[in-house]
């Protein structure tokens, strides 16, 4: 199947500092999503993109999907300590003739924020 | 609310004793699907259903059974559990698999 290179794997930064992480694949996908993790519980998700060039906000957070659609970019601006978790890319490939294959996961961004 | 339900949140078990993990949606969702997640390898899909009835193989399904006899409704059963399925186990459900999934709480599940 298809596979995604999330990077970095963990982040060390300071509270205020603007966070960016990314998600690459040789494969095109037609909807990018981004979910965060945190300790003990399910991804919940925060950001989704259907159209190449997209670029989306969800307060501090943005998003954009790549025009090559292999793609996905997330940042989070002026860190904040509840900003703590894994954040997951996801890419989903659906097809025009009705179907899709299931979500393809990143392994995961890291991020730590030190106070 | 609207939620995915797994049970139980943590067991312990030994090796060959049949256990089922339990996931429940109140969404009227068609997609379910099991992720199992380990460290440095993210999340892996198991198996997943597009409809009652309706089930497939995912990435890693070997070990796994699973059965959809309602729409609400995805049990994920280990018949004979190994050591290297303990893990941490997510359902998650979607309207089909075009949309973005909403994922349960988690299950921990520890096989000596």
């Known amino acids: 199947g298809q596979q995604l290179n999330q990077s970095p794997q963990s982040m060390f930064i300071q509270e205020g500092e603007d966070v960016s992480m990314n998600c690459t694949s040789s494969s095109i996908f037609n909807t990018w999503l981004w979910y965060k993790q945190e300790p003990g519980e399910g991804p919940v998700l925060l950001i989704a993109l259907y159209k190449a060039g997209e670029l989306t906000s969800n307060g501090r957070l943005t998003a954009q999907f790549g025009i090559t659609r292999k793609d996905s970019f997330l940042n989070i601006s002026a860190s904040i300590p509840s900003d703590v978790g894994i954040y997951f890319c996801?890419?989903?490939?659906?097809?025009?003739?009705?179907?899709?294959?299931?979500?393809?996961f990143g392994k995961g961004t890291h991020l730590i924020i030190q106070p | 609310e609207a939620q995915v339900t797994q049970n139980p949140r943590y067991l312990i078990t030994v090796t060959g004793k049949k256990l089922t993990v339990t996931c429940s949606q109140n969404?009227?969702?068609?997609?379910m699907s099991w992720y199992r997640q380990d460290p440095g390898l993210g999340l892996r899909q198991i198996y997943y259903?597009?409809?009652?009835?309706?089930?497939d193989k995912g990435d890693v399904p070997e070990g796994y059974k699973v059965s959809r006899k309602e729409k609400r409704n995805f049990p994920l059963i280990l018949e004979s559990p190994s050591p290297n399925q303990t893990s941490l186990y997510f359902c998650a459900s979607s309207l089909s698999i075009g949309n973005e999934q909403f994922f349960g709480p988690g299950t921990r599940l520890t096989v000596l």
């Open positions: 259903s597009m409809n009652v009835e309706v089930t």
């Open positions: 996801a890419g989903l490939v659906a097809y025009s003739g009705g179907g899709a294959d299931g979500l393809t």
């Open positions: 969404m009227n969702h068609e997609y």
